[in-house]
């Protein structure tokens, strides 16, 4: 698996600051799982905030703060051993996570034109939804008012800017307009992050939008 | 860089390795190693997380909460992959995530390797240089730069200030960790001989 289109520093480091809404550090989180260059980055990014929170100064803790830590840790279990957060289908381990399980866990709702889509629970500054394209299906035309990142799952889509497959994200923002399309061959399966509302060009999705939160 | 005095000695390149004290907390349980990577830093903690915004007694029970977990996740450290400053920083900046947007973070899949039972010494070594080397290139930007980050890292930027923020000097930040990168791949390639 080759990916061609990556996270950009801008996303990687407000991903290491703890600054992206749910829905965003998901995607984030799924990419890096699949993508050893983006990982290397987002452990590099980590390591300015270790750097930064060594010269963040230093603010005299109370005086019973190491005797009652160490208290505490005589109780605490060791963490246990990281499982092995390996996913054995198409679901990157955290999206397992936010799922309950691999691509039959997912309930999916009808959008129109054999479209599918599952929102997942995140907080509500962006939302997170798995989107199920049929081969050979275009997403109705649209563009968007915050920033979207749709991570391709399975299966491949193309729009006016290029080709996306397994592992590469497209990140959309109020300058792109496109019509997404899912190429012959596969169903192809999505997640996409927005922090803001889609909105489509054509009359009846624009209708439709609120009824299915697209 | 700043270097502050600690216990009596001005410290150098040669400061204290945090990294075998933690490997002596995660090996043997060693309540005074322990305690030394408390003293220095449960206060940095405390003080980044007033600088993001906590009141003094949220980030004081805070900080004890980062070095418990410290304690409790130390056979998860790794020092050839982090420095024990960015390994805090992860559990401070997650703790705080929790505390004060009360949302949670996502994490990526864990490598396959996890950490090596024996601790390659070389890497070791290199993970704590290259992590010198990039507080030193931080401390030698130009303060607005190096103020912009800061705030960035204090969670005083949104997502979409960093995105929009032209003056971020990360190509900078990008020529240090491309060592990261190659680190990985090597580390990749031999991973087959530590499992």
């Known amino acids: ?16 600051a703890g600054q992206l809404p749910e829905a965003f550090s998901l995607v984030v989180a799924a990419h890096l799982s699949l993508c050893d260059d ?47 957060r390996r996913a054995a289908g198409i679901f990157p381990a955290p999206l397992v996570d936010y799922v309950g399980g691999d691509l039959p866990a997912v309930r999916w709702r009808r959008v129109g034109g054999g479209v599918r889509q599952a929102i997942l629970p995140t907080d509500r500054d962006a939302t997170a939804r798995l989107l199920y394209i049929p081969a050979g299906t275009a997403v109705p035309d649209h563009g968007h008012r915050g920033l979207e990142l749709t991570l391709v799952l399975q299966g491949a889509f193309a729009d006016e800017t290029d080709r996306f497959s397994r592992g590469d994200v497209e990140i959309a923002d109020e300058a792109l ?17 927005t922090d803001a509302p889609l909105r489509f060009r054509g009359l009846i999705p624009r209708l439709a939008q609120p009824l299915f939160r697209i | 860089m700043l270097r502050r005095k600690k216990d009596g000695l001005v410290s150098s390149e040669d400061e204290t390795d945090w990294a075998a004290l933690l490997l002596r907390v995660r090996d043997h349980q060693d309540r005074a190693a322990f305690a030394v990577l408390f003293r220095h830093f449960a206060p940095r903690v405390k003080a980044f997380l007033m600088k993001s915004g906590a009141g003094a007694s949220l980030a004081e029970e805070c900080a004890q909460d980062v070095m418990a977990v410290l304690w409790q996740k130390a056979h998860l450290f790794d020092p050839a992959r982090a420095s024990v400053a960015t390994w805090v920083y992860t559990i401070a900046r997650n703790r705080r995530i929790n505390a004060l947007r009360r949302a949670r973070r996502a994490e990526p899949e864990e490598l396959d390797w996890g950490p090596a039972p024996e601790p390659d010494q070389a890497e070791a070594l290199e993970t704590r240089q290259e992590t010198e080397r990039l507080g ?10 190096r103020t912009l980050i800061e705030r960035a890292f204090y969670g005083e930027l949104s997502h979409s200030e960093i995105a929009a923020e032209t003056g971020l000097p990360l190509g900078t930040i990008k020529s240090r960790i491309r060592l990261a990168l190659d680190k990985l791949r090597h580390r990749m390639g031999e991973g087959p001989k530590r499992t």
């Open chain 1, 1 to 16: 698996m080759t990916i061609r289109h990556h996270l950009s520093d801008q996303l990687l480091m407000a991903y290491a």
């Open chain 1, 38 to 84: 983006c990982r290397a980055q987002a452990d590099s990014f980590d390591a300015v905030g270790g750097a930064v929170l060594e010269e963040a100064g230093e603010i005299a803790m109370g005086e019973d703060a190491l005797a009652r830590t160490l208290a505490r840790i005589e109780w605490l279990p060791r963490a246990a051993a990281p499982k092995p």
């Open chain 1, 177 to 193: 307009e496109h019509t997404p399309v899912a190429l012959a061959g596969q169903d192809c399966i999505c997640l996409a992050a």
């Open chain 2, 136 to 145: 030193r290139a931080l401390a030698a930007l130009p303060t607005p730069q």
